[in-house]
């Protein structure tokens, strides 16, 4: 019987696996589909770290996603020349310095009033984005040419998807392990026990304002992360990547997969986007089939689709399902 | 010999509610020092003020001599202040283990670290298990709080105040709630880990004040009303008028 941590690595490893493998399986289309997957999949993931992890609701998530996407595509116009590694740096420093900015002021407030006032800070991003034309493209948005990929000893044509895709498992697919790693790590436990009992953690010497203001801006820059990728994918960008709608789109992920459990976004992430790519197929109306079957989802089962299979797991190896948030019953593993 | 707490004139106003009204009393190293009072005297805001819970209306708390009046909760922890809560206060969907870590990993300086688990830390895990055998719950360790008895818990809840290796341990109530059995149990872990670190306790059971305590001060409406050895504070008259003689 091998250990869980073990099997933890050997499937994330047969994940990566998979992905390599897959350009020679699937057709374009869906090999596009599927970069578009673990690009939003990241982004799922660092909003769980705050939702589920740290219970901390945002509704201004895409600030930091549209932050990042705009930052690479304004520096790869405005900088001709500019590698590719460049600009998803600078998406990152920007994202990060937005964060612990705009985490100075927003974790000054707790629950109603900070979801409230993060909703303000997005949609004040967002007008930025509309308005500030000569930089932003306003409604025309920004069109890019995603630049090749100079590894010094050679360089790699990124204009065809398939290479592109494989920057993108190896960096997304590394962040998101990284994320996975950082949930056992101690600043990972410190998010848990303070969602737990904020207040004994003080009188157990933890400064916890600047844990979450810690936490809030490496989540801000996990999403600028995604969102630079978002840009390099369609190679274009406009203010809905920053608008609010983004937001919705993370939190849906979020739940449809399941805030229980670290894999549960990324679920939500595969689920969401093919759902989206085939109901936009059939019909023009397909964000009121969206939100019907969401609808049904958190009435149904709170827990998402993560909480189903944990749930089937339990049953065929006979244990009871306790229905308690899993991510604390994970971490102590 | 210096005083190693000091609480000086302190006052405590709640939107115009007068709870403490100059209390005033000092602590010295190594002893273990009561303080009690009839329900509503004040005890459990005075401790909120000593651990940083509340800020004090007027009035300075000096602990080694310093002022500490001002500092943020979680800084005075790093001093060496630890409390215990009257109502258990812990991490109740955790394991025992993770609750006393929590602290054990504080103290050593693994709070906010990015790359490091605590689970790979030997010396960490080491020290989380000792203090769970000191308090007697070695054997539920990796039990989930949820699933411990009352007495159990208020266990976990020393371990925890011990967790950060304090100098200075407020004890608030431990034995609240227990079956006469169970305190005199409580009392007697209590003793064994304390030895030899500055106690300063809030108890309402007097078994337990005579039995821990080598200091007693009596907190009546807001004030100090004596503070003394525990055979004088149980000859004093006023405290008979004000407290025991109630019993």
Redesign the interface.
Known sequence: MISQKKASYLFIALLFALGVLMPFVVKKYHLNMLTEIIIFALYAVSYNLLLGYAGLLSFGHAMFFGMGAFTVAVSLIHFPGLSMWNAVLLAIAMTTAVGFVTGGFLLRHKGAYFALLTLAFNSLFYAVATKWHKITGGDDGLSITRPDLHLGFTTIKMAGLTNFYYVTLLVIGAAIVFCWY?T????G??V??MR??E??????????N??RL?LFT?TGALAGLAGAFYTLHFQFVSQSAISVDMTTTVLLMTFVGGTGTFWGPILGAFVYIILQNYLSDITDRWPLFMGLIFVVMVLVIPGGLSQIILSIRNLASGKRNTG??VA?EES?S | MTDYLQVQNIHKDFSGLKVLTGVDFAVREKQRHAVIGPNGAGKTTLFNII???FKASSGAILFKGQDISGT???VR??QGV??SFQIT???????VF?NIR??V???KG??????????NDRRINERTEAIAEEVGLKGVMHVPVSALSYGQQRALEIA?TL??EPELILLDEPTAGMTREETAHAINMIDRVTAGRTLVIIEHDMDVVFSLADTISVLHYGKILVSDIPEKIRNDQRVKDAYLGEE
Do not use: C, W
Request: aromatic share 12%; proline share 5%.
């Open positions: 950082f056992k790590t101690a600043m436990q410190t848990l026990l737990e009992n207040e004994r953690m003080k009188f157990l010497g933890y400064n916890t600047i844990s810690i490496f308690k948030p604390a102590s | 651990s940083g819970r943020p909760t979680h922890n790093r630890a409390r206060n812990v991490f109740q969907e955790l394991t993770e929590s602290g990993r504080s103290r693994l709070r906010y670290n990015f790359f490091r688990k605590p689970d925890i967790s950060t």
